[in-house]
């Protein structure tokens, strides 16, 4: 009997601010010792009283924008009640019945071709504290991160297999990361995921139980924990054993997903309006503020890259994965432009030369930046058009601008780099042997255009052969059409 897998994914995101959620204190929890960044409000002690972070707010609404969702105009923060010892005050706050952006969706790579994963939900909430278990069999607790601010994203059931599981949450961190709302870092768990899958028999219309993997923190893992648990659940109902509702972990070690609890339904947690935080009214005027503040997003990008810059599919999918790639390639083409270099060639540079030397110097490209300018792609291609050097010239200037952060151009004059003749040098032999050879010129002119031929073989003789015969054309062409 065949079986249909059915997955949704809750994704956890941290907000990029510089506080808390509902109070003054760092959000930096990481740098700083346990339980320094910390105050009555995430402490959870009686009779503190919070304040909601503006900025956070903004910025998963941003998030709600960039993923189609529509804002919600009214807002309730809730008390989502249980007992864990990283959660000082015995709530989270949070938002039930009306979260922040709803109905949105996500465009990926299925598993038959582009497809759409809707989205049911983005809300605001907050981080908990972080247990540490020591080897003693005692657990410690800081509460740095307690009340930093997170967003929970909650896809429809849309999703079909761990492979789609995984393209999903990358294409979700790509968008996070590229409006700058959340950092990306998994191994941090600024970004992780819980997975519910189920698995019904073809054909039987009701969903199966759901089983809901938790904090899942890098792609290998979502696709491995989901593969594994699809595979549990089919031998479980071949077996004519019934899947009962749970929370499991993916254990890594033995690339198994391990039972933890049954899992809860949400009246378990109780929620209630938070009574300390009135509801959050966003005017249409704010909303609208927020979408000012969108960039245009990857897959806009890609597309007005293969259109306004000639790429294939591939080069703009490579040079639109990251913002800041996306970014400085486009600071190259605006290089490019006035000194006639095709963007083609620029791409060329960045994803073939560029990402070499990154990947052997280990460095962002970011960092490199400061070295290696954008400009000096437009440069180097310019270098190699005008037949200054020839490509393997082109390459040493290149990866010694890289190293060195200094122009091609530069490089190539301090070296002797250039192709002998080249410039100035070039033009006076060029206009010599026009002035030697008028009734050749005067045939070229008249029509035979082949006559340039014995041209370019007495300008080769005067730079003693050390001319590239394309640059001698292009100057002798460049010097006869200009008398
Ligand atoms: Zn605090």
Redesign the pocket.
């Known amino acids: 009997m065949d079986y249909l897998v059915t997955i949704g994914l809750e994704i956890h995101a941290q907000i990029q601010t510089r506080s808390?959620m509902f109070?003054?204190?760092s959000a930096d929890y990481a740098a700083a010792p346990p339980n320094t960044h910390?105050?009555p409000?995430?402490m959870g002690l009686p009779g503190s009283l919070p304040v909601p972070n503006r900025r956070a707010i903004e910025l998963a609404a941003l998030t709600g924008l960039a993923l189609n969702c529509r804002i919600a105009s009214d807002n309730v923060i809730s008390r989502k009640n249980y007992f864990y010892a990283d959660l000082p005050s015995g709530y989270q706050r949070s938002q039930y019945d009306d979260p922040l952006c709803v109905n949105g969706w996500v465009d990926i790579d299925g598993d038959q071709g582009p497809k759409r994963i809707g989205l049911t939900r983005v809300h605001i909430e907050e981080d908990t504290g972080k247990l540490t278990h020591t080897a003693d069999g005692g657990s410690l607790v800081d509460f740095n991160r307690a009340?930093v601010p997170l967003m929970e994203i909650v896809s429809e059931p849309d999703i079909t297999s761990p492979e789609e599981a995984r393209r999903y949450f990358q294409k979700l961190r790509q968008i996070l990361v590229w409006i700058g709302v959340n950092s990306g870092d998994m191994e941090s768990g600024a970004l992780r995921c819980d997975a519910n899958v189920s698995v019904r028999p073809a054909g039987q219309q009701a969903y199966g139980a759901k089983v809901e993997i938790k904090n899942i923190n890098s792609f290998r893992f979502v696709e491995r924990a989901l593969a594994y648990e699809i595979e549990r659940q089919v031998t479980s109902l071949r077996a004519g054993e019934r899947i009962v509702q749970s929370t499991r972990g993916w254990d890594e070690a033995t690339g198994t997903t391990v039972a933890q609890r049954t899992k809860e339904f949400a009246e378990d947690y109780r929620y209630f309006p938070e009574p300390d935080i009135p509801p959050l009214r966003l005017t249409e005027a704010w909303v609208a503020e927020r979408r000012a503040e969108l960039p245009e997003l990857p897959d806009a990008r890609r597309q007005r890259f293969m259109t306004d810059y000639d790429l294939t599919p591939y080069d703009a999918t490579v040079l639109t994965d990251e913002r800041a790639v996306s970014d400085y390639y486009e600071q190259a083409v605006a290089a490019a432009r006035p000194r006639g270099v095709a963007p083609k060639d620029v791409a060329n540079w960045l994803t073939g030369e560029l990402f070499r030397l990154l990947k052997d110097s280990g460095e962002t490209l970011v960092v490199a930046a400061q070295r290696i300018r954008p400009e000096y792609l437009a440069e180097v291609q310019e270098l190699l058009n005008n037949g200054v050097i020839t490509r393997t010239s082109a390459k040493e200037a290149f990866d010694a601008a890289f190293r060195e952060g200094r122009a091609p151009a530069q490089i190539v004059a301090e070296r002797g780099m250039a192709v002998i003749g080249a410039g100035d040098a070039l033009t006076d032999m060029v206009r010599q042997a026009i002035a030697d050879n008028p009734k050749v010129v005067e045939e070229y002119r008249g029509g035979k255009v082949t006559a340039i031929k014995y041209l370019i073989g007495q300008v080769m003789k005067a730079t003693r052969g050390q001319a590239s015969p394309q640059a001698v054309q292009q100057a002798l062409e460049q010097e006869l059409t200009r008398q």
């Open positions: 808390k109070c003054g204190c910390v105050c409000v995430c009340g």
